[in-house]
């Protein structure tokens, strides 16, 4: 079994920042891609950036020059600073993994419970 656990979400005022972080833990051999997500109310889930075992990153238009998706391969654990927050950040972030356990059997889909962003104006 799998858990992931977010941290570091909250309340920030405009142009503020925040460092989310999120460890994965339990039957873990390796970590393909891990990443973030958020949903605002009455929105879909969407993409906010995703980065590869290699280092390799992408990132949704919106927060592209602003946030920054790194990971620690040793701690398997990924993080997102988000700096210059907007109000229409506001969402719940979610962490993603792809995930490969001792036994080879791939869990792709793995998500954490989410953490609060809230950007007041």
């Known amino acids: 079994q799998v858990q992931l656990v977010e941290s570091g979400g909250g309340l920030v005022q405009a142009g503020g920042s925040l460092r989310l972080s999120c460890e994965a833990s339990?039957?873990?051999?390796?970590?393909?891609?891990m990443g973030w997500y958020r949903q605002a109310p009455g929105k879909q889930r969407e993409l906010v950036a995703i980065?590869?075992?290699?280092?390799?990153?992408n990132y949704a238009d919106s927060v592209k020059g602003r946030f920054t998706v790194s990971r620690d391969n040793v701690k398997n654990t990924v993080y997102l600073q988000m700096n210059s927050l907007k109000p229409e950040d506001t969402a719940v972030y979610y962490c993603?993994?792809?995930?490969?356990?001792?036994?080879?059997?791939?869990?792709?889909?793995?998500w954490g419970q989410g953490t609060q962003v809230t950007v007041s104006s």
């Open positions: 980065i590869t075992s290699g280092g390799s990153t």
């Open positions: 339990g039957n873990i051999f390796s970590i393909n891609t």
């Open positions: 993603n993994a792809d995930i490969i356990h001792y036994s080879g059997r791939r869990s792709p889909n793995v």
